[in-house]
Nanobody, 121 residues
Framework: DVQLVESGGGSVQAGGSLKLSCVASGDTIGRYCMGWFRQIPDREREGVAGIESDGSTSYADSVKGRFTISRDNAKNTVYLEMNSLKVEDTTMYYC????????????????WGQGTQVTVS
């Protein structure tokens, strides 16, 4: 089993930046592709960014060019650098370890973190 703990969320003004971290335990993230999701009110969680073990990435159109996902397998950590933040980016962000990814996108999350709140004003 994989346990995921997110951190780095907080409050920032529009146009600012935040960097989220997701530290995994119980297994090495090298065995998984990894993804970041965010909660859309009254909707399913939206895939924001994904990264495969070979470094292939994908991004939702809404964040492309503003967010960057990366991984440090030695630290068992995945990151989401968020720049040029917008008010509409405000929500809870979740890290996931995925059993199947395609083109960098997480298609089948197996494990979830508890989430970290991002607020943009």
């Amino acid at each position: 089993d994989v346990q995921l703990v997110e951190s780095g969320g907080g409050s920032v003004q529009a146009g600012g930046s935040l960097k989220l971290s997701c530290v995994a335990s119980g297994d090495t993230i090298g065995r998984y592709c990894m993804g970041w999701f965010r909660q859309i009110p009254d909707r399913e969680r939206e895939g924001v960014a994904g990264i495969e073990s070979d470094g292939s990435t994908s991004y939702a159109d809404s964040v492309k060019g503003r967010f960057t996902i990366s991984r440090d397998n030695a630290k068992n950590t995945v990151y989401l650098e968020m720049n040029s933040l917008k008010v509409e980016d405000t929500t809870m962000y979740y890290c996931a370890a995925c059993t199947y990814c395609s083109g960098g996108a997480c298609m089948s999350p197996s494990y979830w973190g508890q989430g970290t709140q991002v607020t943009v004003s």
